[in-house]
């Protein structure tokens, strides 16, 4: 009975992500479209912030209490799980057309991110200090956002000329977008705490569990998000929901955790020589792809998800 329970749980907060992803999509369409502020930029601030609480939670807390593993495996997992598995099955469903400067930016800023993150990494452990660095790497960021958008400025202020301002519509978006936020991280905390207890009934080891069902339970917002964003044709909030979401991992979530950890964050040898270059290989074919086809196509969506299905056949 107990196991049936779990599984109700489980599709429960599925339903949950699902419904809170389509109200804060909507949201974030009508904010892009009502400010001027271009889609990707949104994608990769509000969105991805929104989006990326599950794996800052999950992280911070696990770190908290010792376990750095579950802290460093979610994290770096979600990386992966975001263009590997997000952006190929996306990409399945539907090419994704790219904003070719914006993304180009934002593409290669993710990339060495994730190459810094790997240097502080070599000698086994992030400090306190090195936490502090990667905080700050996200606060330069979010400057680089707010220079694009001042770029944009002219484009803005006649969005803004050319917008009617309802109190009613202003209102009812706000709602839907901290409603939707909220769905979409109640929902992914119901699908995480059950997941845990399925994998504990199949008796799946600690370490694999924060890797994929972890990783994939704290993304499914990213997911939920990413597709549904493909399907109203703003592929923008999408790729830049995506970025941004992984770079808040390597930034806000490691940074974090490092910080509130007694004795920093431990590296095993599997993060430093499997998990962070499989990282780094999906994200290059991502950038790569996006930045010289302008389109994320279905062959490359395929060959992300292909491998993807590889490393969990790795790990397991």
Request: glycine share 8%.
């Given at each position: 009975?107990?196991?049936i329970?779990?599984?109700v749980?489980?599709?429960?907060g ?9 109200l804060?999509?909507d949201?974030?369409?009508w904010i892009a479209?009502k400010t001027?502020?271009p889609?990707?930029i949104?994608?990769?601030t509000?969105?991805s912030?929104?989006t990326?609480?599950p794996?800052?939670f999950?992280?911070t807390?696990a ?9 460093l495996?979610?994290a770096i997992?979600?990386t992966?799980?975001?263009i ?5 099955l996306?990409?399945?469903i ?6 070719k400067?914006?993304f180009?930016?934002k593409?290669?800023?993710m990339i060495g991110?994730?190459?810094?993150f ?5 000698d086994g452990?992030i400090?306190f200090?090195e936490?502090g660095?990667?905080?700050?790497l ?10 694009e ?7 803005t202020?006649?969005?803004?000329r050319?917008?009617?301002y309802?109190?009613?519509h202003?209102?009812l978006?706000i709602?839907?977008?901290v409603?939707?936020a909220?769905f979409?991280v109640?929902?992914?905390h119901?699908?995480?705490?059950s997941?845990?207890k399925?994998?504990?009934?199949f008796?799946i080891?600690q370490?694999v569990?924060?890797l994929?069902l972890?990783a994939v ?6 997911l939920?998000?990413?597709?549904v964003a493909?399907?109203k044709d703003?592929?923008?909030?999408s ?5 941004g979401?992984n770079i808040?991992n390597l930034?806000?979530v490691?940074?974090?955790?490092a910080l ?8 095993s040898?599997?993060?430093l020589?499997l998990?962070?270059p ?5 994200m290059?074919?991502f950038?790569?792809?996006g930045?010289i086809?302008?389109?994320i196509?279905r ?8 491998i993807?299905?590889?490393?969990l056949l790795i790990?397991?």
């Amino acid at each position: 009975m107990e196991t049936i329970i779990v599984f109700v749980i489980f599709f429960i907060g599925l339903l949950t992500i699902v419904k809170g992803g389509d109200l804060f999509v909507d949201a974030a369409i009508w904010i892009a479209k009502k400010t001027g502020i271009p889609s990707i930029i949104i994608g990769a601030t509000i969105v991805s912030i929104a989006t990326t609480l599950p794996e800052f939670f999950v992280s911070t807390v696990a770190s908290n209490e010792g376990h750095s593993d579950i802290a460093l495996g979610n994290a770096i997992g979600s990386t992966i799980c975001n263009i590997a598995f997000v952006i190929g099955l996306c990409s399945c469903i539907k090419p994704i057309k790219i904003n070719k400067g914006l993304f180009k930016l934002k593409g290669s800023m993710m990339i060495g991110y994730l190459v810094v993150f790997f240097i502080l990494a070599r000698d086994g452990i992030i400090t306190f200090k090195e936490g502090g660095m990667l905080l700050i790497l996200f606060l330069f960021f979010i400057i680089v956002n707010i220079l694009e958008f001042k770029n944009e400025s002219g484009k803005t202020e006649s969005c803004k000329r050319n917008s009617v301002y309802d109190k009613k519509h202003i209102i009812l978006n706000i709602i839907k977008f901290v409603l939707g936020a909220w769905f979409i991280v109640i929902g992914a905390h119901m699908l995480v705490d059950s997941g845990i207890k399925i994998a504990n009934i199949f008796k799946i080891p600690q370490q694999v569990v924060s890797l994929t069902l972890l990783a994939v339970g704290t993304s499914l917002p990213e997911l939920v998000t990413s597709v549904v964003a493909i399907i109203k044709d703003e592929e923008n909030i999408s790729v830049g929901n995506i970025i941004g979401a992984n770079i808040l991992n390597l930034t806000i979530v490691l940074g974090a955790s490092a910080l509130v950890s007694d004795n920093g964050l431990f590296i095993s040898d599997q993060t430093l020589y499997l998990d962070i270059p499989l990282s780094l290989l999906v994200m290059t074919i991502f950038v790569f792809s996006g930045a010289i086809k302008k389109e994320i196509s279905r062959k490359t969506g395929l060959l992300l998800l292909a491998i993807y299905i590889i490393y969990l056949l790795i790990l397991f």
